[in-house]
């Protein structure tokens, strides 16, 4: 009861003497004082609004305009087509101030006349694609075209600072192919994979597709791209991610390791309270809107909507389907330490806390000596295990009392931070520790991470930090820009020769509240079991391996006068040819962000020209040049096929959403069936590496991050992200599952990229 009565910020009663009113002036501070946070957020949404609303034209130009009219009309010159005469036939009076105000509205009408004009004509510039197809190399000139094409885009988009979603409006919709176009290309893609038999099977079934079922499919997709902003995302999001009833842990969510080169400080608190801050300044960033869109070559844009959810954000688990969660502020984390959580307050009289108070703060979680309650150890596991049995505990044990406001404190929270009680990291003398490093961040103990929030932070005793990111809400590269900026603001901050954080703390900060919860019931340590159970035999199933190379990198694949990227993906062909004996399938994420709510598209880097390099590589017989002839062709094919991903030229993601309508329409088609039952066994992705100019190699050049990975996608097959983060340093996440008798993480990518003779 003395909690209940704490907790209310005033009270009456009535005596003899009339009323008698107690209230805690501090409560009603803190309520006066979210209010104000509140009211300026959405003030402050509104200005942006407006600002991008006009993009690229500014509010000072209205001002200049309505100025020069107001001019000219005193000064007796003449109005274009007399609007100003026009404007007072319709206003009740012709007085000076209302002749001010007819000036006015001539004034705006002029001005959003020519700045819709500019947004109509800045998203007609960024539909042309012809830039991504122009030689970047030395001397390659570049056409008329692109060139009065770049001029007149600077213009349009350089001219005005643009905020982060100064350019949602001026972006093009995702372009639908046409069937002929993806049939085309999906029959290309699949030939080095089939024999002549089956790629005749193949080739008679799409062209069955084509003629039939095809094309009252296409015709819903037509409808859908011109009604919606992307035809592609909300499916993707809802069917791919959403509906996917298997554990997040592993299979979907994936993670970013440490700058490995810098020990920046060795005291956990400390690195803890400077990377939080850090975040919650780049959250800050985002809902001002004061974070500068992404614009490749400096000039085009990227889709900047996948920000919105970065933070305040969890997937919270339903018994079909998840369903994303996204709050518009909270002003707390919560902190996991030794199988307790801790709700810490982040703001403070108004302002964010200084990293040295966050510091105090995690400080006291450590010192904490209190024992977790009965359940609460592996109470996370329910987060990684099946995702209709977490719905179900959830909805029924979950929905009052404790359990019910410690989930809500979790869920609303900004982000999870996860206080490790073990040492990992990265000793170049020990391989295996970055291998730990990887598996800590991976999937933890399978009950120390909210695999359902947005991101957890995870920092070890020994003061290396990394992330765990759920995957639906946003793909890596926006992961990657905030890793960017935080270890940049950590670069930039700094620590005190100790290794604490700067500054000083004049009065102490909200202490950590612990969370309670009442899980000692039959029904519910049941659940957490049969979670943990899964999660645990998930988690052993793993075999992660991270290799970092430094004989060479992205210095030498220029030289050799290919794309980094082509170089790589190459190199894994090979690589998996020899572990395997056969070719497969192969994915590499793309991004669409150059249209509006764009996501990935799907590289097939197995191509007929990869294959053919391939096999001049086993061919004993085969010269050096032969080999440098097939490679250089190979990797033109392969850019090519990357350039058409993010031009909106792609494969998959139209199949795709044929085969959505189809199951709406019940539609059976045997060529689909086809598609989309062949499994991806070689999965791969490029960690965006330099998204930003804020981490200079020449001013922080140990600054090298490992870059991050992600669990297989097929249970014979491989998981493969890797990252070129220098001239001379690659790192590689590879992973398989042991139950697979015929795949091992360790393959011979060290021994095929040693050795040079892939090129003259």
Same mark, same amino acid.
């Given at each position: 009861?003395?909690?209940?009565?704490?907790?209310?910020?005033?009270?009456?009663?009535?005596?003899?003497?009339?009323?008698?009113?107690?209230?805690?002036?501090?409560?009603?501070?803190?309520?006066?004082?979210?209010?104000?946070?509140?009211?300026?957020?959405?003030?402050?949404?509104?200005?942006?609004?407006?600002?991008?609303?006009?993009?690229?034209?500014?509010?000072?130009?209205?001002?200049?305009?309505?100025?020069?009219?107001?001019?000219?009309?005193?000064?007796?010159?003449?109005?274009?087509?007399?609007?100003?005469?026009?404007?007072?036939?319709?206003?009740?009076?012709?007085?000076?101030?209302?002749?001010?105000?007819?000036?006015?509205?001539?004034?705006?009408?002029?001005?959003? =006349?020519?700045?819709?004009?500019?947004?109509?004509?800045? /998203?007609?510039?960024?539909?042309?694609?012809?830039?991504?197809?122009?030689?970047?190399?030395?001397?390659?000139?570049? #056409?008329?075209?692109?060139?009065?094409?770049?001029?007149?885009?600077?213009?349009?988009?350089?001219?005005?600072?643009?905020?982060?979603?100064? %350019?949602?409006?001026?972006?093009?919709?995702?372009?639908?192919?046409?069937?002929?176009?993806?049939?085309?290309?999906?029959? &290309?893609?699949?030939?080095?994979?089939?024999?002549?038999?089956?790629?005749?099977?193949?080739?008679?079934?799409?062209?069955? %597709?084509?003629?039939?079922?095809?094309?009252?499919?296409?015709?819903?997709?037509?409808?859908? #791209?011109?009604?919606?902003?992307?035809?592609?995302?909300?499916?993707?999001?809802?069917?791919?991610?959403?509906?996917?009833?298997?554990?997040?842990?592993?299979? =979907?969510?994936?993670?970013?390791?440490?700058?490995?080169?810098?020990?920046?400080?060795?005291?956990?608190?400390?690195?803890? +309270?400077?990377?939080?801050?850090?975040?919650?300044?780049?959250?800050?960033?985002?809902?001002?809107?004061?974070?500068? !869109?992404?614009?490749?070559?400096?000039?085009?844009?990227?889709?900047?909507?996948?920000?919105?959810?970065?933070?305040?954000?969890?997937?919270?688990? $339903?018994?079909?389907?998840?369903? &994303?969660?996204?709050?518009?502020?909270?002003?707390?984390?919560?902190?996991?330490?030794?199988?307790?959580?801790?709700?810490?307050?982040?703001? #403070?009289? $108004?302002?964010?806390?200084?990293?040295?108070?966050?510091?105090?703060?995690?400080?006291?979680?450590?010192?904490?000596?209190?024992?977790?309650?009965?359940?609460?150890?592996?109470?996370?596991?329910?987060?990684?295990?099946?995702?209709?049995?977490?719905?179900?505990?959830?909805?029924?044990?979950?929905?009052?009392?404790?359990?019910?406001?410690?989930?809500? *404190?979790?869920?609303?929270?900004?982000?999870?931070?996860?206080?490790?009680?073990?040492?990992?990291?990265?000793?170049?003398?020990?391989?295996?520790?970055?291998?730990?490093?990887?598996?800590?961040?991976?999937?933890?103990?399978? *009950?120390?991470?909210?695999?359902?929030?947005?991101?957890?932070?995870?920092?070890?005793?020994? +003061?290396?930090?990394?992330?765990?990111?759920?995957?639906?809400?946003?793909?890596?590269?926006?992961?990657?820009?905030?890793?960017?900026?935080?270890?940049?603001?950590?670069?930039?901050?700094?620590?005190?020769?100790? $290794?604490?954080?700067?500054?000083?703390?004049?009065?102490?900060?909200?202490?950590?509240?612990?969370?309670?919860?009442?899980?000692?019931?039959?029904?519910?340590?049941?659940?957490?079991?049969?979670?943990?159970?899964?999660?645990?035999?998930?988690?052993?199933?793993?075999?992660?391996?991270?290799?970092?190379?430094?004989?060479?990198?992205?210095?030498?694949?220029?030289?050799?006068?290919?794309?980094?990227?082509?170089?790589?993906?190459?190199?894994?062909?090979?690589?998996?040819?020899?572990?395997?004996?056969?070719?497969?399938?192969?994915?590499?994420?793309?991004?669409?962000?150059?249209?509006?709510? +764009?996501?990935?598209?799907?590289?097939? =880097?197995?191509?007929?020209?990869?294959?053919?390099?391939?096999?001049?590589?086993?061919?004993?017989?085969?010269?050096?040049?032969?080999?440098?002839?097939?490679?250089?062709?190979? #990797?033109?094919?392969?850019?090519?096929?990357?350039?058409?991903?993010?031009?909106?030229?792609?494969?998959?993601?139209?199949?795709? *959403?044929?085969?959505?309508?189809? /199951?709406?329409?019940?539609?059976?088609?045997?060529?689909?069936?086809?598609? %989309?039952?062949?499994?991806?066994?070689?999965?791969?992705?490029?960690?965006?590496?330099?998204?930003?100019?804020?981490?200079? !190699?020449?001013?922080?050049?140990?600054?090298?991050?490992?870059?991050? +990975?992600? $669990?297989?996608?097929?249970?014979?097959?491989?998981?493969?992200?890797?990252?070129?983060?220098?001239?001379?340093?690659?790192?590689?996440?590879? =992973?398989?599952?042991?139950?697979? !008798?015929?795949?091992?993480?360790?393959?011979?990518?060290?021994?095929?990229?040693?050795?040079?003779?892939?090129?003259?």
């Amino acid at each position: 009861m003395a909690e209940a009565h704490s907790a209310v910020a005033f009270s009456f009663a009535i005596t003899h003497d009339g009323w008698d009113v107690n209230f805690d002036r501090e409560v009603l501070y803190l309520v006066w004082e979210s209010g104000i946070r509140s009211w300026k957020k959405r003030l402050a949404r509104f200005r942006n609004n407006v600002h991008n609303g006009v993009y690229p034209g500014h509010l000072q130009s209205l001002y200049v305009l309505w100025t020069l009219i107001v001019a000219a009309h005193f000064g007796g010159f003449n109005i274009p087509f007399g609007l100003v005469q026009k404007m007072l036939a319709i206003l009740p009076g012709d007085t000076t101030m209302w002749q001010v105000f007819a000036c006015l509205l001539v004034a705006l009408t002029m001005w959003l =006349s020519v700045i819709f004009l500019m947004r109509y004509l800045l /998203k007609l510039l960024l539909m042309y694609k012809g830039w991504m197809y122009e030689s970047r190399a030395p001397g390659a000139r570049i #056409s008329l075209k692109t060139m009065l094409w770049v001029s007149v885009v600077k213009v349009l988009s350089g001219w005005n600072k643009p905020k982060l979603y100064s %350019f949602q409006g001026s972006l093009p919709r995702l372009p639908l192919p046409s069937v002929k176009d993806t049939m085309r290309r999906y029959l &290309i893609s699949v030939r080095p994979l089939l024999d002549d038999e089956n790629f005749k099977r193949v080739e008679q079934l799409a062209k069955e %597709f084509e003629e039939t079922i095809a094309v009252k499919l296409q015709r819903y997709l037509i409808l859908k #791209s011109w009604w919606s902003s992307n035809y592609v995302s909300d499916w993707w999001e809802e069917y791919v991610y959403l509906h996917g009833r298997s554990p997040l842990m592993v299979n =979907s969510n994936f993670y970013a390791i440490d700058a490995i080169m810098l020990r920046p400080t060795r005291i956990q608190a400390a690195r803890a +309270g400077l990377i939080i801050h850090a975040c919650l300044k780049f959250r800050r960033l985002i809902d001002r809107q004061e974070l500068e !869109p992404i614009m490749l070559q400096n000039m085009v844009p990227l889709c900047s909507w996948q920000y919105e959810r970065l933070f305040n954000t969890v997937r919270a688990p $339903g018994i079909e389907s998840d369903k &994303i969660v996204h709050y518009q502020d909270s002003t707390h984390i919560v902190v996991y330490h030794k199988s307790r959580y801790f709700k810490v307050m982040v703001y #403070s009289r $108004g302002r964010l806390l200084t990293p040295a108070e966050i510091q105090v703060q995690i400080q006291q979680i450590l010192d904490d000596k209190s024992e977790p309650a009965i359940g609460e150890e592996r109470l996370a596991a329910l987060t990684a295990g099946e995702r209709t049995h977490w719905a179900h505990i959830r909805q029924t044990k979950f929905n009052r009392g404790h359990n019910r406001t410690s989930l809500h *404190c979790i869920e609303r929270a900004a982000f999870m931070v996860c206080l490790d009680d073990i040492e990992y990291g990265f000793d170049p003398k020990d391989p295996s520790k970055l291998d730990a490093f990887g598996r800590v961040l991976l999937h933890g103990k399978g *009950c120390d991470r909210w695999f359902d929030k947005s991101f957890n932070l995870c920092f070890s005793t020994n +003061g290396y930090v990394g992330f765990n990111a759920e995957h639906s809400w946003a793909d890596a590269p926006v992961m990657g820009h905030l890793w960017e900026y935080v270890i940049w603001s950590e670069m930039e901050i700094g620590y005190t020769p100790e $290794g604490n954080t700067k500054g000083t703390v004049a009065t102490p900060p909200p202490s950590p509240i612990r969370l309670q919860w009442e899980l000692n019931k039959e029904e519910i340590l049941n659940a957490i079991d049969i979670s943990y159970n899964v999660a645990d035999k998930l988690l052993n199933d793993v075999d992660l391996r991270i290799l970092m190379y430094t004989k060479y990198g992205k210095g030498f694949m220029k030289k050799c006068r290919v794309s980094p990227d082509a170089f790589i993906q190459l190199v894994l062909q090979l690589s998996y040819f020899r572990d395997a004996g056969r070719f497969c399938l192969t994915y590499e994420a793309s991004m669409t962000r150059l249209y509006r709510e +764009g996501r990935t598209e799907t590289v097939r =880097s197995c191509t007929i020209e990869s294959t053919a390099w391939v096999k001049a590589m086993e061919d004993p017989n085969s010269t050096v040049q032969e080999r440098y002839d097939l490679f250089v062709k190979a #990797s033109q094919r392969h850019q090519l096929g990357y350039q058409d991903a993010m031009a909106g030229r792609g494969i998959d993601r139209h199949l795709f *959403c044929m085969y959505v309508v189809a /199951k709406y329409l019940e539609l059976e088609s045997p060529f689909l069936q086809e598609v %989309f039952n062949e499994p991806w066994r070689l999965s791969t992705s490029q960690t965006p590496h330099g998204q930003t100019n804020m981490l200079d !190699p020449k001013k922080y050049p140990n600054c090298v991050s490992a870059g991050g +990975g992600f $669990g297989p996608v097929a249970d014979d097959g491989y998981g493969v992200s890797y990252i070129i983060v220098a001239e001379d340093t690659l790192f590689f996440h590879v =992973s398989s599952k042991k139950s697979c !008798p015929i795949t091992v993480s360790l393959v011979n990518v060290f021994y095929i990229l040693s050795r040079k003779n892939i090129s003259p």
